[in-house]
């Protein structure tokens, strides 16, 4: 990563200056908001000199436009959007600018430019497989054989966000520990969570690991967690473990920074 200083500076030559809006999906859950600004507030933290603010797409506060106007009044005339999503879908590529453009109807002059999903950047990949460390060493050791990891998304219609996450399953084999690796939605693809959870319970591996493959706290989280003790009660032979998702992690904000840094080099070309 630049030193912050090179950072700082190369967001205001030409005597333009530039801020971060950092866009989350949102939710009523308290806790995935703390978590959000959590990574707002680290991001700021190694952006030394450069403006940060949160703002969520819909059902929690602060909203994109709120974040844009403390942007607008720290005198910003370059816009860098970076949305904290996994996957690209409906999101990242309609709502997101959609919203952004709505909120910049008063600052015609304002150049904007939004940076990527997460997607199977290597950091993510990093990332996940420390959670998936995490839930197992402290276990009794088994057999890899004896062990099937389960990654759970969120899902999406959109095939582009489902094949991704298949891709990203496939690549997470690599430093499993585990015999398999199969990939389940909540909902919007196949195959079901459910589905794959009433498959495994009659499958003779001795402990299922589940890993929500999602960013913050929220419903969904709960109703995995809820799957996973009722299979710990129902199906006694098989243990069933649940990974942490990937929360307010270090890589996480080492993304953001990075993601702001390349958008800053490109609009400087």
Request: charged content about 20%; some cysteine; overall charge negative.
């Amino acid at each position: 990563m630049p030193p912050r200083t090179s950072i700082s500076a190369a967001a205001s030559t030409q005597g333009r200056r530039c801020g971060l809006l950092l866009v989350g999906h949102g939710t009523r859950d308290a806790g995935g908001v703390a978590e959000f600004l959590q990574v707002a507030d680290q991001v700021q933290g190694q952006l030394a000199g450069i403006p940060v603010r949160p703002g969520f797409l819909e059902l929690a506060a602060p909203g994109i436009d709120d974040g844009l106007q403390e942007l607008v009044a720290c005198g910003i005339d370059q816009l860098i959007v970076a949305p904290l999503l996994l996957f690209a879908a409906g999101h990242a590529n309609v709502d997101i600018p959609a919203a952004v453009d709505a909120a910049l109807q008063t600052q015609p002059a304002l150049s904007r430019v939004q940076t990527s999903h997460f997607g199977l950047h290597p950091r993510i990949l990093e990332l996940s497989a420390r959670k998936s460390r995490q839930a197992i060493e402290p276990l009794p050791p088994i057999p890899a054989e004896e062990t099937l990891l389960l990654m759970v998304g969120r899902g999406s219609r959109d095939a582009g966000a489902t094949a991704e996450m298949c891709a990203l399953a496939r690549l997470r084999r690599r430093d499993a520990h585990a015999a398999r690796v199969d990939t389940a939605f909540f909902a919007m693809a196949e195959p079901k969570l459910m589905d794959s959870v009433a498959a495994l319970a009659t499958q003779p591996y001795r402990r299922i690991v589940v890993q929500p493959h999602l960013l913050f706290r929220g419903r969904i989280l709960d109703r995995i967690a809820e799957l996973v003790h009722d299979m710990n009660r129902q199906v006694s032979p098989q243990e069933w473990v649940l990974c942490e998702h990937l929360g307010a992690a270090t890589e996480i904000v080492d993304i953001l920074v990075e993601k702001f840094t390349q958008a800053l080099t490109a609009q400087a070309t």
